[in-house]
């Protein structure tokens, strides 16, 4: 196989808005089995340099965390150990100061494993999730939900 001479694959985040991003984080890390990124090491090491105020900082999960930021990523993928931001599969939570309004633009789908749809809505539930309508169409079904914030995502 030769190489390739054009650009190299851009690595890339999906970030949604929210109104609590460490509670938004928490409930994706338990609905996609990821884990909440662990930034503590780094900031702590910014704080200690005097490079970040403390009060963009805030305790989650018994460790520093940024105040307006949350992430969760998928656990099989690499991250950076300085800073524990993922290098993969992985969802930042960004606090904006607007509630949502209107229908998502994006959203996720949520694959269920052969025939547990039905136990995974309810998982989901179980988590926070609320169910928006059942879909029912030649080319499949699905459930669409919406996250504790309203965000809608399907359950196929």
């Given at each position: 196989m030769t190489p390739t001479s054009g650009p190299a694959p851009l690595h890339f985040k999906i970030v949604i808005d929210a109104a609590a991003p460490h509670a938004q984080a928490d409930f994706w890390a338990a609905a996609l089995h990821y884990e909440v990124e662990d930034n503590s090491a780094l900031i702590e090491k910014l704080l200690g340099f005097g490079a970040a105020p403390a009060e963009l900082t805030v305790e989650s999960h018994g460790r520093r965390a940024w105040r307006d930021l949350a992430a969760v990523r998928h656990p099989d993928d690499p991250f950076?150990?300085?800073s524990g931001t993922g290098l993969g599969r992985r969802l930042?939570?960004?606090r904006v100061p607007?509630?949502?309004?209107v229908k998502n633009r994006v959203h996720l789908d949520v694959h269920a494993r052969d025939g547990q749809r039905e136990q995974e809505v309810?998982?989901?539930?179980g988590l926070g999730?609320?169910?928006?309508r059942q879909?029912?169409?030649p080319g499949g079904e699905w459930v669409v939900m919406a996250d504790p914030e309203g965000?809608?995502?399907c359950v196929h």
């Open positions: 950076q150990e300085e930042l939570f960004q607007e509630a949502k309004t309810a998982r989901l539930q999730a609320s169910v928006l879909v029912k169409e965000n809608e995502f």
